[in-house]
């Protein structure tokens, strides 16, 4: 039996995150994932889809919200100045998840696949095996430091979609195309700064 939907204003969701985040209000994450469960399972499927992920969507989206909750700390709640900006986090959280369930299936798929089979992995799944390796992303998911960096960490660097694209997907994190290019040279000169990242590159 499903749950019925709970309507907010945009208001009262930002309330009912305020309530969540900095009072850790139980009742209120309840709340939140009736409301917005929906929408988590919107975008599981669209990125499962996309990446050919075979976990359930709705396993994806209570990874993706669990992952949200206890990332979502108290002091780390004045980053979202608006509902918009703390349902786009939820999505980058959803593509998270299902990034690394697919860098964790191609890894299984790699360990059992003859290597000379190999090569006749998509271009998609290459891009998941080289580029997202578990210590890579991790450091480099550290560096960013706002909900905007980490969709257009997302966005650009793993689903590769131009600024255009990003700009009209998520217009209350990129009011401007400008916008999108000033944040990307900002995560850019950290990530060519950070001591770990260049560690990983000398080794």
Known sequence: MDTPTIELTDHEGYDMFRRAIVGR???AWAVIYTRYRGLLLAWARRFS????????????????FARAWSA???ERFGQFPTLASLLAYLRSCVSSTVIDIARAQLA???RIQPAAERSGASAEQLVIGDLER????????????SAAERT???ESFVHDQPPRAIQARHPDLFPSIDAIYRTKRNLLERLQRNPALQGLAVG
């Open 134 to 145: 578990g210590e890579l992303w991790q450091l480099v998911n550290a560096v960013a430091r």
């Open 152 to 154: 257009l960490l997302v």
């Open 49 to 64: 889809v996309r990446l050919s992920v075979d976990e359930r969507a709705d396993d994806l989206a209570d990874h993706a």
């Open 108 to 110: 299984h798929e790699r």
């Open 25 to 27: 209000d139980g009742q």
């Open 72 to 74: 979502l700390t108290p």
